[in-house]
């Protein structure tokens, strides 16, 4: 079966597999066999792209953020002050629940796998404090600019983080009941307004996303 499909094509097929059967089974309870089955190769082509099931999580894990950073250097580009970068990734927010497209339960896999697993706990923890100090480095560019007060940045980035997370959490639970896009922009706004940000600026974002 898969002598017939191109490469990349086999090595899609199995990633995709992987993704449906993480989400909807967990990562402890998918095998490769299941994979296997699901993406309609043989063991012997899955192990020609992919050493282990480990290997699959962290290859996932890998495009998940990619796309995240994607959509967070869309947004930077997109404005001119910290606020209003800020204000642009909180819209952008949307978009990122959206090409989740129903795989936010693998989300919950990578956390509760990063507690059993030092390999992948490592590829989940180096991401995170990036994005700490991304932020944290955002905002001081902020004060030095005029446009934010913080008296700590590096707590203020994690709390940022924290926001992304729980509200990523959040949609998991209540994917269509309330509009997270709209909560991402209002969390931001709070949280900007605490750190003395001009009013407008998420405005200002929301109708350029718009």
């Known amino acids: ?11 899609e097929s199995i990633l995709s597999a992987a993704l449906a059967g993480f989400a909807e089974s967990g990562y402890e309870a998918m095998g490769v066999a299941e994979i296997c089955q699901r993406a309609g190769v043989t063991k012997g082509a899955f192990y020609h792209y992919f050493p282990s099931k480990q290997a699959v999580f962290l290859e996932l894990l890998r495009r998940w953020l990619a796309e995240l950073d994607s959509q967070l250097e869309l947004a930077r580009s997109a404005a001119q002050s910290v606020p209003e970068q800020f204000a ?3 819209a952008r927010f949307r978009h990122v629940l959206e090409s989740a497209d129903g795989s936010l339960p693998f989300f919950i896999e990578f956390m509760i796998e990063a ?29 030095a600019e005029g446009t934010l007060t913080a008296p700590d940045p ?44 001009p009013a407008g600026a998420e405005r200002s974002a929301r109708v350029a996303e718009g």
């Open 1 to 11: 079966m898969t002598s017939q499909r191109r490469p990349e094509e086999t090595r």
């Open 88 to 90: 642009h990734m909180a």
């Open 154 to 197: 590096d707590t203020a980035g994690r709390v940022i983080v924290s926001l992304a997370v729980g509200l990523l959490l959040q949609a998991l639970i209540e994917p269509s009941e309330v509009d997270w896009g709209r909560v991402a922009e209002e969390g931001v706004r709070t949280l900007l307004g605490g750190m003395g940000a």
């Open 115 to 143: 507690r059993r697993d030092p390999v992948v706990w490592q590829a989940t923890i180096a991401p995170y404090r990036e994005y700490c100090s991304a932020f944290a480095a955002l905002i001081r560019q902020g004060v």
